[in-house]
């Protein structure tokens, strides 16, 4: 329980005090009414005594009484009816509510804060972090905040309010005051008269109510006089005589109105009665701030109880001596619930009325009164309880004590004798089940078991518990042995509570009578009001005692259907003993709340149910119990609705829509619609102001989109546009670095070299991957397209209309200075930023769907894109919740609204985090993110290009000829536009010789890609040369390949035109897919501050497949016989596989041409090998061919610039191919790209290595050969039974004598896996040596001799043949050669090779070859047999002249010498 204001031992002596009956006359009344009071109001304040008193028990012993407290009240005959009663404590506890604008209490239960509201801030307990610490603290505190007055006042308004009844006497009244006025005619008279009245009342049967303690009442006597009107010798004489008649004892003279109510403002007096009227007063001014919308009807409820007005308190009644009939609480009209006692048909007089409304407006009670009439009415309460009502309960206490004696024959004091009856052999007690429901039991008045109760109801109300505890006990015994189910009950209720207010604690608390006293009320009596009383007292005790889990239970079992109100009051308390047990139960705490909360509500408390749910609500916070938070969170904006906090009620509602929701699609549709219809109202009170906050859809803004460019046209026909950048591709940082780096590219190109500081690559759609920390610049004229990318975290859908960006913008004029009237536009300014608005927006259900919003700036100046402001509502759907259906007319569209409130959200985006400097590292820093900040800047060109028969799919190196067309769709020219692409060996616009070619592309329809010759047939297998430089194509020295300049007439596009443009495809020599990046760069004419240049993106999408695959080798020919007599000529040996799977439609392949190019090579002729003229490959097949290559002459190679190449075609047909024109060459020399930039060689700074590397450069040029093959094809392909004609090329680049080379890219093998070695090696120097197969190159040897030898072996047994050794230098360099003809080889296989011939003559030759010199040695063999011998052994070593024997090496002889010898 919460802890109260009133100890328990406070509580219980204040609930149950002698009562005393008050009866004015007419004139006595007015006397009080003139402060505003009735007699027994204004005793009501002093009605406590400030000392102790001292009384006799019947064994004569003093007893001490503290802290007496009497209730005196005006007699009222009918008993109070129970919904009267009802909607007093309704009244009492709306009336108590937690003071706004107090400080929350923290309460520190496990891991939970707990703020709680608390009305009396009488201390405050220090919040710690430890709970423990909290708890002890709060338990050792007697001042415990976390008090509940509204239960307080329930209490004590519940426990005043008890009717009278038979079987207890604690609230009958002990005496009766007669109160007249010393102004009366007779005054003794009329006490006589009130006398007569009383007795009347007591004694006569027509009254059953109110209930008397004893037959003979005490009279008091009270002769009020009115000091300042009044007559005091008069009064003082009437005094004298009463004090005849009635004694000293029994009367009294009070002095009132010591002043006059018109002085009343000239001093204040304090005014202790307010407090005490307030708190009983039922018309209380908060509950009345909230008009009808307190209570709300209730099945539990009358009907009447509605209404506020009608109901008085219980002291504004008795105006009249006479209409005292009617009690305070009866309802001025009948009541019609079944649960209420009808009543007399009784209406209140207007003036109580009037006097009832003055009452609460703030009137000061007590006007009449000085500070010397307080003290009279304390002095006059004094004296009535020591000289009248004390010595009374004494003399009648032991009258009852010797009645008692007398009648059961005991020993002479009940007090002494207790021992003998309680030692003795005891009964024991029968459980409630085996008792008969005998409690209509009723006893008479004079029965000894209730003198037994009587005195046993005085010992109590006078604090003598001991003596109270033994008779309850008595009494008890007495009552069960009878049966008398309720009598028992009472006392053993307060049997109980005596046993705990006995001072000194002699015996524990015997809290079992308690629960056998509420389950007799409860089970048996069927009278909730005394289980109710029973509970609250029972708990209050188990409370102090720390016994909050018994104090829980038992509050809990009272719960009930009958009572809403007291079921929530009991519910909150039982919370709050589950929050303050020694291990807090917080979970227990918050469900009894939310229970506490549903009753509350149930009864028509919303501000108290409104309170619990919010302190559960923080128990649920954040646990994970999203379908408990959505209960809480609903039930708090219903309640916060109903009280008109219509703030806190769309706050509540919105924390529903925006956790992730676990309801259902119906449950959450409801939601959302109690949403809107309270955000509509809220709207409403403030339709002016700005746009609120809305929590639907939820918005990403990190992943928010702008896109600066207008909408491009689509393909047209067989124009494909440019893809360009668009918001429908996704974002990949491996391609944007790849368009950054094509961009960094052709800006150093057009800067000769150099990136510009200041330059910034382009970037068209900013999203959360950009680097945004600049303001990105937008182009007036030109659309800005903001995506914003919405989610419905609901199961029902969401219907946004009209959907627009919200923004401000600073105008500027053109040289950046803001206008001259500054100004932010927030609204709508179509002549500045159009906006576009989207109408509806539909987000199905847990969709997340982007909208792409659109603005259109006319003028320059800064832009700040600031949110979204749209109407959010729903589909109507069947549903309808509370009755809150479609409003009328709210929208017209494809989708039926059921209704709307229109609203904004903001997008805000944060920043990356900073990561750079050591404070960045060590804090939490984000910069700037500016992607909703463009600056518009002056108009600039735009360009569009759109490709014309560009195809899709191509064959590995086909040649297909397609058309661009660039268009400049703005208002301004555009000039120097390129193209930079990381394939440049994809495509041509063609070299200077392009023009040769048709323009058009429905002149090329029929026409060959190629330019084309038509030949005799005579010169078929010879070449034609011809020859052409690449700087012609754009490949010059130390130019960029991959930039290449669209050849624009006149170089200047102007704005609305067009021009087209050929361009030659190859398709890439790898099969797959493959993507190829095209950036297109231009610039305005007119140079701009800001936007030096654009760029216009397009990827290509080709599919290749297998076409041919080309592998060649070159070697020397070993016949020295060249043109001119030189003896360079090389073989070449060209393989072609065609490799194409008839998947693509390719019936056979024809080679048509095979051209070299080269600056120092030429293909003279081809070598037929199968004497097949006919070149065609079908699928799978390889074909073989062999050409003879020659140097050129030196003048066709070093005339020109060392740029020139010599291109040489052998054609397979009557057509050739010039393939030193476009695009043939272009394709040729892109292939080259590769190799022109690989870097060339540094040479040595150390000058000792110098000539070593000069030597190994000479050496290795003598292996290396500088020729390129084209193999140049046709396809036919059937496709839709039409035959194609398909034309390509293959490029094979040869360096090496001996090495194969590939028109494919070779895959790499992976290595395999080697040993770890955990040596270190030794540090050997690696030499510098050529390879065998270099030093082999040096010198070409060749023998020449006959075949065949004829020899007559029979006349001569010798036979000599002359051998002719021509070696041949075939480096730029004088080399030193030796010829050694002896055998070196002994083994048995180099025998059987070579066989028995000698060399005849010098062994050893030592020749010096100049630079590329042929020398020839005449050499003899000498036979002794005939048979095949193989001359190739002679062994020749080289060197060059200027070097050490390092790089000597044995001359290998690639191929056998054979020769036959024959005898004649």
Known sequence: MAQCVQSVQELIPDSFVPCVAALCSDEAERLTRLNHLS?????????????????RDPNNQLHVIKNLKIAVSNIVTQPPQPGAIRKLLNDVVSGSQPAEGLVANVITAGDYDLNISDRSIKASVPWYSNWKDTL?????????????????????????????????????????????????????????????????????????????????????????????????????????????????????????????????????????????????????????????????????????????????NEVKVDGLPNNFRTHPLQLDQPSESSNSINGPDRVKPASSLHETKKANTGVI????????????????????????????IEKTIRQLNDQLISRKGLSRSLFSATKKWFSGSKVPEKSINELKNTSGLLYPPEAPELQIRKMADLCFLVQHYDLAYNCYHTAKKDFLNDQAMLYAAGALEMAAVSAFLQPGAPRPYPAHYMDTAIQTYRDICKNMVLAERCVLLSAEILKSQSKYSEAAALLIRLTSEDSDLRSALLLEQAAHCFINMKSPMVRKYAFHMILAGHRFSKAGQKKHALRCYCQAMQVYKGKGWSLAEDHINFTIGRQSYTLRQLDNAVSAFRHILINESKQSAAQQGAFLREYLYVYKNVSQLSPDGPFPQLPLPYINSSETRVFFGHDRRPADGEKQAATHVSLDQEYDSESSQQWRELEEQVVAVVNKGIIPSGFHPTQYCLNSYSDNSRFPLAVVEEPIIVEVPFRNPLKVPLLLTD???????????????????????????????????????????????????????????????????????????????????????????????????????????????????????????????????????????????????????????????????????????????????????????????????????????????????????ASVCTALVSSASSIDFGIGIGSQLEVIPVPLPDTVLLPGTSVQLPMWLRGPDEEGVHEINFLFYYESVKKQPKIQHRILRHTAVICTSRSLNVKATVCRSNSLEGEEGRGDNMLVFVDVENTNTSEAGVKEFHI????????????????????????????????????????????????????????ADIIFGNEQIISSASPCADFFYRSLSSELKRPRTQLSLHPEKHSVEDAMRLIRKCSEVDLNIVILWKAYVVEDSKQLILEGQHHVILHTIGKEAFSYPQKQEPPEMELLKFFRPENTTTSSRPSVEQLSNLIKTSLHYPETFNHPFHQKSLCLVPVTLLLSNCSKADVDVIVDLRHKTTSPEALEIHGSFTWLGQTQYKLQLKSQEIHSLQLKACFVHTGVYNLGTPRVFAKLSDQVTVFEASQQNSMPALIIITDV
């Open 39 to 55: 007699f027994a109001e204004l005793l009501k304040p002093f009605s406590r005594l400030t000392s102790e008193v001292h009384m």
């Open 136 to 312: 002890m603290e709060l338990k050792e505190s007697s001042l415990y905040t976390a008090t509940t007055p509204w239960f307080e006042s329930y209490r004590e308004t519940f426990l005043q309010s008890m009717p009278a009844s038979d079987h207890e006497f604690l609230n009958h009244y002990l005496a009766c005051m007669l109160v007249a006025s010393s102004s009366e005619a007779e005054p003794m008279e009329q006490f006589s008269r009130l006398s007569q009245e009383q007795h009347r009342i007591q004694h006569n049967s027509d009254y059953s109510y109110p209930k008397w303690f004893i037959p003979n009442t005490l009279k008091y006597y009270v002769l009020l006089h009115d000091v300042s009107a009044g007559d005091e010798q008069r009064a003082e004489s009437i005094y004298e005589e009463m004090k005849q008649k009635y004694g000293t004892q029994g009367c009294y003279l009070l002095k009132i109105n010591s002043r006059t109510s018109n002085r009343a403002s000239d001093e204040q007096i304090p005014d202790p009665w307010s407090q005490y009227l307030q708190k009983n007063s039922i018309q209380n001014q908060e509950s009345c701030e909230d008009g009808p919308c307190t209570i709300t009807s209730n099945k539990n409820y009358d009907s009447n109880l509605l209404s506020l007005d009608g109901l008085d």
């Open 365 to 392: 009670h007590g006007v009449c009164l000085t500070l010397t009439d307080h003290d009279r009415i304390r002095q006059f309460i004094q004296e009535f309880t020591f000289r009248s009502l004390l010595p009374h």
């Open 803 to 1017: 959907l627009s960006l919200l923004w401000k913008f600073q105008p500027k004029d053109v040289n950046g200075r803001d206008d001259e009237e500054v100004r932010e536009l927030v609204t709508d300014e179509p002549e500045m930023i159009g906006t576009e608005v989207i109408s509806e927006f539909l987000i199905n259900s847990e969709e997340s769907k982007v909208a792409r919003l659109k603005l259109f700036p006319h003028h320059i100046g800064e832009l700040h894109i600031l949110g979204v402001v749209y109407n959010l509502g729903t589909i109507q759907g069947s549903m309808t919740v509370d009755g809150i259906g479609a409003l009328p007319g709210c929208h017209t569209g494809k989708h039926s609204l059921s209704m709307s409130v229109r609203g904004r959200q903001d997008l805000e985006i944060q920043g990356p985090r900073l990561n750079n400097t050591k404070e960045e590292k060590t804090s939490i820093t984000y910069g700037p993110d500016r992607r909703l900040d463009p600056i518009i800047t002056e108009e600039m060109p735009l360009l569009e290009v759109f490709f014309i028969h560009f195809p899709t799919g191509l064959l590995c190196g086909e040649i297909r000829k397609a058309y661009v067309e660039f268009a400049n769709v703005s208002k301004c020219p555009l000039t120097g536009l390129k193209v930079v692409s990381k394939h440049p060996e994809f495509f041509t616009f063609g070299g200077n010789t392009a023009v040769l070619t048709p323009l058009s592309p429905s002149a090329s329809e029929n026409c060959s890609a190629y330019k084309t010759v038509v030949t005799d047939s």
């Open 1152 to 1207: 048509v041409q095979v051209s070299s190019s080269s600056k120092h090579w030429k293909l003279q002729k081809s070598v037929d090998l199968s004497e097949n003229k006919d070149a065609r490959l079908a699928s799978r097949e390889k074909g073989k061919f062999c050409f003879k290559a020659i140097r050129c002459n030196e003048r066709e190679g070093t005339t020109q610039s060392s740029e020139k190449y010599t291109f």
